[in-house]
């Protein structure tokens, strides 16, 4: 009979719900249902405290051999227990008694023994077959210990084997398996490059001395690849469609490519394969929001926004501020002769240079520069719209760069509520879509 048939009869008879019992061993419900169901054993502490709660002895309790419920064996467990009872309590007096009683001489001793009317002889009788029962009951207990403990250390090695053989039936199947998909479900945002690759990069490697190409390495991480996995890429420009390939070579796991682009404001579709043993997987390297651009690797990719405060209709005057930052911070030392400006009709109605100051505030993460704005069109000008205008110069391409966004409406500038902000959105990217005029942008070796 196991230990949890055991443990599950003499709960029933005893009329307890599992519930009840865990309050008593002040463990949860669950413990009580796995050691009813042999799923697991409770521990030596919670094993005295069930033999004695049931008035057994802790080998009978685990020995699986002893049914404690058979007519001969619940007879004596019963003469036992009251034999058990009556004679501890006999033994505990007699060895107060005789406990009391060391305390003097031997003579004393042999008084009080007599005056008790207990001979010496029978007090080291009843201490001797105390000592021996305890010594019988530890003796089984140690016993029952060391049989459990034996065979909870063959079950422990019998999975640890188990498992060890699934492990490495799992580690020969994954590294048999072609390019693999990791499908990431925790994310709605989550890019099919995310997909594939643990990581990937494109960084500005050189320039050509005449500042029109960019030597573009590429580097790449794949979540999962075989020592014969290749890796190749295709950036299709935007404007033209051509297509310019880019092959990998591997080491140490990465793989790296490099490719000469023309520095533009063009953006390009970028597509990668990778193919292990003729099983192909084509990705996406950007999303339907953003595409690479070269000039971004270049340059300190600039955002502008317009925040229109006031505006005087009666004298057609314009009053806010534009609010200037760089996305690219490594690439700030290279910019130089920022230049701000709004035209009305090829009629420049504004005009702010940055200095120092304000280039340092720009060369700090996380910064924006406010630059307030008050311009007045003249009643000749009969300028519907406005163009605004940011230049500087670039001195690693050693061009003049402007970002320019034409047809803005006179109503960018006349906000009468502040609380209104309206975008002009130079983006980094240089094909969002975020309501934003078209952004124009041109190279020149003389400044504009």
Same mark, same amino acid.
């Given at each position: 009979?196991?230990?949890?048939?055991?443990?599950?009869?003499?709960?029933?008879?005893?009329?307890?719900?599992?519930?009840?019992?865990?309050?008593?061993?002040?463990?949860?419900?669950?413990?009580?249902?796995?050691?009813?169901?042999?799923?697991?054993?409770?521990?030596?502490?919670?094993?005295?405290?069930?033999?004695?709660?049931?008035?057994?002895?802790?080998? $009978? !309790?685990?020995?699986?051999?002893?049914? *404690?419920?058979?007519?001969?064996?619940?007879?004596?467990?019963?003469? @036992? #227990? =009251? &034999?058990?009872?009556?004679?501890?309590?006999?033994?505990?007096?007699?060895?107060?008694?005789?406990?009391?009683?060391?305390?003097?001489?031997?003579?004393?001793?042999?008084?009080?023994?007599?005056?008790?009317?207990?001979?010496?002889?029978?007090?080291?009788?009843?201490?001797?077959?105390?000592?021996?029962?305890?010594?019988?009951?530890?003796?089984?207990?140690?016993?029952?210990?060391?049989?459990?403990?034996?065979?909870?250390?063959?079950?422990?090695?019998?999975?640890?084997?188990?498992?060890?053989? $699934? !492990?490495?039936?799992?580690?020969?199947? *994954?590294?048999?398996?072609?390019?693999?998909?990791?499908?990431?479900? @925790? #994310? =709605? &945002?989550?890019?099919?490059?995310?997909?594939?690759?643990?990581?990937?990069?494109?960084?500005?490697?050189?320039?050509?001395?005449?500042?029109?190409?960019?030597?573009?390495?590429?580097?790449?991480?794949?979540?999962?690849?075989?020592?014969?996995?290749?890796?190749?890429?295709?950036?299709?420009?935007?404007?033209?469609?051509?297509?310019?390939?880019?092959?990998?070579?591997?080491?140490?796991?990465?793989?790296?490519?490099?490719?000469?682009?023309?520095?533009?404001?063009?953006?390009?579709?970028?597509?990668?394969?990778?193919?292990?043993?003729?099983?192909?997987?084509?990705?996406?390297?950007?999303?339907?929001?953003?595409?690479? #651009?070269?000039?971004?690797?270049?340059?300190?990719?600039?955002?502008?926004?317009?925040?229109?405060?006031?505006?005087?209709?009666?004298?057609?005057?314009?009053?806010?501020?534009?609010?200037?930052?760089?996305?690219?911070?490594?690439?700030?030392?290279?910019?130089?002769?920022?230049?701000?400006?709004?035209?009305?009709?090829?009629?420049?109605?504004?005009?702010?240079?940055?200095?120092?100051?304000?280039?340092?505030?720009?060369?700090?993460?996380?910064?924006?520069?406010?630059?307030?704005?008050?311009?007045?069109?003249?009643?000749?000008?009969?300028?519907?719209?406005?163009?605004?205008?940011?230049?500087?110069?670039?001195?690693?391409?050693?061009?003049?760069?402007?970002?320019?966004?034409?047809?803005?409406?006179?109503?960018?500038?006349?906000?009468?509520?502040?609380?209104?902000?309206?975008?002009?959105?130079?983006?980094?990217?240089?094909?969002?879509?975020?309501?934003?005029?078209?952004?124009?942008?041109?190279?020149?070796?003389?400044?504009?």
């Amino acid at each position: 009979m196991t230990l949890g048939e055991k443990l599950y009869t003499l709960r029933t008879k005893q009329n307890m719900t599992q519930e009840q019992l865990a309050e008593k061993l002040q463990v949860s419900r669950q413990s009580i249902s796995k050691w009813e169901s042999d799923a697991t054993r409770p521990d030596l502490e919670k094993l005295k405290f069930l033999a004695e709660f049931y008035h057994l002895s802790l080998d $009978k !309790l685990l020995d699986e051999d002893v049914d *404690i419920f058979a007519k001969e064996t619940s007879s004596d467990l019963s003469q @036992d #227990s =009251d &034999y058990d009872s009556n004679h501890r309590n006999g033994a505990d007096a007699s060895a107060n008694s005789a406990f009391v009683n060391n305390q003097s001489d031997d003579a004393d001793h042999h008084d009080n023994s007599s005056a008790l009317g207990v001979s010496l002889e029978t007090i080291e009788k009843i201490t001797s077959e105390i000592l021996q029962k305890n010594h019988k009951t530890w003796k089984r207990t140690f016993i029952g210990f060391g049989t459990a403990c034996l065979a909870l250390t063959v079950a422990l090695i019998i999975v640890t084997i188990t498992f060890s053989t $699934k !492990l490495n039936a799992l580690s020969t199947q *994954i590294a048999q398996s072609s390019a693999p998909v990791y499908i990431n479900n @925790d #994310s =709605d &945002y989550t890019t099919e490059r995310d997909t594939y690759f643990q990581s990937y990069n494109a960084t500005a490697d050189s320039v050509t001395e005449d500042g029109k190409n960019l030597h573009v390495k590429f580097t790449a991480v794949l979540k999962n690849y075989q020592d014969n996995t290749t890796l190749t890429m295709q950036l299709l420009n935007n404007s033209d469609q051509s297509n310019i390939p880019v092959t990998f070579t591997y080491e140490d796991g990465t793989y790296t490519g490099f490719a000469d682009l023309p520095i533009s404001a063009d953006t390009y579709t970028t597509t990668a394969c990778i193919d292990t043993n003729g099983s192909k997987q084509t990705v996406d390297m950007y999303d339907e929001y953003s595409s690479f #651009s070269v000039l971004s690797l270049a340059d300190w990719q600039p955002g502008l926004e317009v925040d229109g405060n006031s505006y005087d209709k009666l004298n057609r005057r314009n009053d806010g501020q534009f609010n200037l930052n760089c996305s690219k911070l490594n690439c700030r030392s290279f910019i130089s002769d920022v230049t701000l400006e709004i035209l009305a009709n090829d009629t420049k109605v504004y005009s702010y240079s940055l200095d120092d100051e304000d280039m340092n505030i720009l060369s700090e993460e996380g910064t924006t520069l406010y630059i307030p704005y008050s311009f007045t069109l003249s009643k000749d000008n009969t300028a519907e719209t406005c163009t605004v205008r940011l230049h500087w110069y670039n001195s690693i391409i050693k061009q003049y760069i402007t970002y320019e966004v034409d047809g803005v409406g006179l109503t960018f500038f006349n906000v009468t509520n502040s609380d209104i902000i309206t975008s002009i959105l130079f983006n980094p990217d240089l094909d969002s879509d975020d309501g934003a005029a078209p952004v124009k942008v041109t190279f020149s070796s003389t400044e504009p």
